[in-house]
């Protein structure tokens, strides 16, 4: 997985101005590690962030596609499983703790046919960088341009957050790709980082399984969940073992959230956001993604919580950036994370989450 990678030769990069702009507006790099926060952190307040490698928001807000569905054989038996006639039944169907359960008492963000987006800001469009951006909240194309394993010189939210009085110890990250322990330089960063299985990608349940034990045991503040399998069925060309991936990440955050509720300690003190690290090609080029396809630096972002007003999905025009979600990981407690000069991109996490 560390080699995973994009090819092909795909339509010239057109948007080098808009990437200016926003790497102006990102700029700076998470270096500065001295900004304090605004007030003591809410001791009472939790945050769980998950990741979901590649999917697409053209899943997410239409649900399966008919046209890359209709290629497998199967197609007979998938159609009654993901295929209706409208785009709300077809997510639903896909993702129904999203839509059913998350959506009506929190925010999705991204669904560009309605003229709301999100975009990384890396021009590389693979998993590290994008994964580096949303956890530091920038970008950094110089050193962090592949999924080469090389440990992050960049200081992430976790890691600054297991610095923080009252969350230091009580953060840790969960993974599927076996790369994260180089994302999030665990040699440096002290994180207790559970990721890969014998060197090679774990199956997303056997991630779930390991992080739910975990927030059952240790009952973390910060806990990071990083899904993967959606990529790989994705890049294998295989479209409905990549809606089936999905389908049940969904269902360990149905089970994910109904175990927070559960526990006095997290409900209605616990923050979710989901998002993810990177989009994909639209149409033929659906599996691929990387720096010459446009479309797949294309993200979004789900998050439900006692500070995420509920307003459902972002129906109006909106632009929203992927190194955003370090800065809303920390509001979450209630903490200001010394971000790139991106202060006025604030988010959907509008209040301190401990009641
Ligand atoms: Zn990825």
Request: aromatic fraction near 0%; avoid cysteine; proline fraction near 25%.
């Given at each position: 997985m560390l080699t995973r990678l994009t090819s092909g030769r795909l339509r010239k990069n057109t948007w080098q101005p808009l990437l200016a702009l926003l790497l102006g507006l990102l700029g700076g790099g998470v270096r500065a590690q001295t900004t304090t926060a605004?007030?003591?952190?809410?001791?009472?307040a939790n945050v769980v962030l998950v990741t979901i490698d590649g999917l697409r928001w053209q899943e997410l807000f239409d649900g399966a596609d008919a046209r890359l569905l209709h290629r497998d054989p199967r197609y007979r038996t998938l159609r009654s499983r993901y295929m209706w006639p409208t785009a709300a039944d077809r997510r639903a169907a896909l993702l129904p703790f999203l839509w059913d359960s998350l959506a009506p008492r929190g925010q999705v963000l991204g669904n560009r046919a309605l003229g709301n987006c999100q975009d990384v800001a890396n021009h590389r469009r693979v998993s590290y960088p994008g994964y580096n951006e949303l956890l530091?909240?920038?970008?950094d194309d110089q050193r962090i341009s592949g999924n080469r394993g090389i440990y992050n010189p960049n200081q992430t939210v976790l890691e600054y957050l297991n610095r923080q009085p009252g969350v230091a110890g009580r953060v840790a990250a969960f993974a599927s790709w076996e790369a994260f322990p180089f994302i999030l330089n665990q040699p440096r960063s002290g994180l207790p980082v559970d990721a890969g299985l014998d060197g090679r990608e774990r199956p997303d349940s056997l991630t779930y399984q390991a992080a739910r034990r975990y927030l059952l045991r240790a009952r973390p503040r910060v806990l990071f969940i990083a899904f993967g399998n959606t990529d790989t069925q994705a890049h294998a060309g295989r479209y409905a073992e990549y809606l089936d991936a999905t389908r049940a990440i969904d269902s360990y955050l149905a089970d994910l959230w109904a175990t927070l509720q559960a526990l006095p300690q997290y409900r209605g003190r616990t923050t979710l956001l989901i998002t993810t690290d990177h989009g994909r090609g639209r149409g033929r080029l659906w599996s691929q993604h990387g720096r010459e396809l446009l479309a797949s630096g294309q993200t979004w972002l789900a998050a439900i919580g006692p500070?995420?007003?509920?307003?459902?999905?972002?129906?109006t025009p909106g632009q929203h950036y992927q190194g955003q979600v370090a800065g809303q990981v920390a509001r979450c407690l209630g903490l200001d994370y010394p971000a790139p000069p991106a202060g006025a991109l604030t988010g959907v996490v509008t209040a301190t989450a401990a009641p």
């Open positions: 605004t007030g003591p952190p809410p001791d009472s530091t909240g920038a970008p500070g995420v007003p509920a307003t459902g999905e972002a129906r």
